[in-house]
C-alpha cells in the first residue's frame, strides 16, 4: 500500500507552457558529463549526434515531443515542467521554467548515487537491505538512515557538485520547523538536473562503477507495482522502464496534489532519460494522470 510525504508550495501556470512545480512523495544530487551538443533527430544518427549522445544531457531546447503535447498541457489543471534526453541523438528538449522544485521522494535516487559512488565496491551489507526498501518501496524510513550514512547535505552536495547538477540544494534539516515529514524531500531541483543523475546510470556517466550502475539500475526497474506510473504512461510491455516517483498532498483536504516521475525508457526503437514534475493538482490520481498522458505523447514522438 502506497504512504504519503509531504511539502508545501503553489506555483501558476502560464500560457505558452511556461511551466513552474513543487513536488514531493510519499513515505514513506568522477567529472561532470559537457553539455550536450543541440542536433536535430534523425532516422539514422549523424556523427554529430553519436559525439552528443556520448556526452550527457545538456541545455535543452523547446518543442521537440512538447511540441505536440501543448494543447494537452493547457488543458489540464496544475502546472507542469519536465525535461526529456534522447540517448540516440544527444538532443534534450524542456519544457516549463528552470527555477528548482523541491524533490520528495525523487531525492531517494540521489541519496543511493551517493553512497555507491562513495563505495564502488558495493553498499556495506547493513545498507543494502535499506536501499532496496527505500527505492522499491519509497520507505521513508530507510530513506532517512542511508540519508545521514550519505552524510546527508555536505556528502550529497559533493556528489551532486561532481555530477554537475547546477541547480539542486540538498535540504539543510530532517526535522523541519513546521513540515510534517522528512525534510530531505524538501531538497530542490530541476528536470535537467534529474537527467543528470539518470546519466550517471543509463547513459553510462563516469562517476559509478558499472557493478553499481547495474545494481542501482535493478532496483529502479523492480519499484513496487503500485508506483509503476507516470514515465510508464503509454510504454508497452518488454520495454525497459527504471523509475522513481514522488507524490503528496499539500493541503489537509487533500485537494492540492503534487506529483513526480522520472526514469530511463529503453526499448522498441527508443532509448531515453525522461523527468516530469508537476503541482496543483487536485487530486493524486490526476497528477498521476497528467504524468501519464505527458509520457505517453514523448514515447509516441520519439518513435
Not at 39 to 51: K, N
Not at 200 to 206: C, E, K, R, S, V
Not at 213 to 225: D, I, P
Request: hydrophobic share 40%.
Amino acid at each position: 500500500m502506497r504512504t504519503v510525504a509531504g511539502v508545501g508550495g503553489v506555483c501558476v501556470l502560464v500560457a505558452a507552457l511556461v511551466i513552474v512545480a513543487l513536488t514531493l512523495h510519499g513515505p514513506s544530487k568522477a567529472s561532470a558529463a559537457p553539455a550536450a551538443t543541440v542536433v536535430v533527430p534523425v532516422t539514422a544518427p549523424s556523427a554529430s549526434a553519436v559525439s552528443a549522445a556520448t556526452s550527457g544531457p545538456g541545455g535543452g531546447s523547446h518543442g521537440g515531443p512538447f511540441g505536440t503535447a501543448g494543447d494537452y498541457l493547457r488543458g489540464r489543471g496544475g502546472t507542469v515542467t519536465a525535461a526529456v534526453y534522447d540517448m540516440r541523438t544527444g538532443q534534450t528538449w524542456t519544457v516549463g521554467s528552470t527555477r528548482p522544485q523541491a524533490e520528495a521522494s525523487v531525492v531517494k535516487l540521489d541519496i543511493l548515487e551517493t553512497l555507491l559512488a562513495r563505495d564502488p565496491g558495493g553498499l556495506p551489507s547493513v545498507d543494502r537491505p535499506l536501499a532496496t526498501q527505500m527505492i522499491e518501496d519509497s520507505n521513508n524510513d530507510a530513506a532517512t538512515s542511508l540519508w545521514y550514512a550519505a552524510r546527508g547535505a555536505t556528502g550529497i552536495g559533493t556528489y551532486d557538485s561532481a555530477a554537475d547538477l547546477e541547480h539542486t540544494t540538498p535540504s539543510s534539516c530532517v526535522q523541519c520547523a513546521g513540515f510534517a515529514w522528512p525534510g530531505w524531500g524538501l531538497t530542490t531541483t530541476t528536470p535537467t538536473d534529474q537527467l543528470k543523475l539518470l546519466w550517471q546510470l543509463a547513459g553510462p556517466g563516469t562517476l559509478l562503477s558499472s557493478s553499481a550502475r547495474t545494481y542501482a539500475l535493478s532496483l529502479l526497474k523492480n519499484v513496487t507495482a503500485d508506483q509503476r506510473w507516470g514515465v510508464t504512461g503509454g510504454v508497452p510491455a518488454g520495454v525497459t522502464v527504471a523509475l522513481k516517483n514522488g507524490w503528496l498532498p499539500l493541503n489537509a483536504a487533500s485537494t492540492d496534489w503534487q506529483i513526480n516521475s522520472v526514469g530511463w525508457v529503453s526499448g522498441h526503437g527508443r532509448d531515453y532519460l525522461i523527468a516530469v514534475l508537476t503541482t496543483g493538482n487536485p487530486s493524486e490520481q490526476y497528477g498521476i494522470n497528467t504524468i501519464d498522458g505527458l509520457s505517453a505523447r514523448v514515447w509516441n514522438w520519439l518513435g
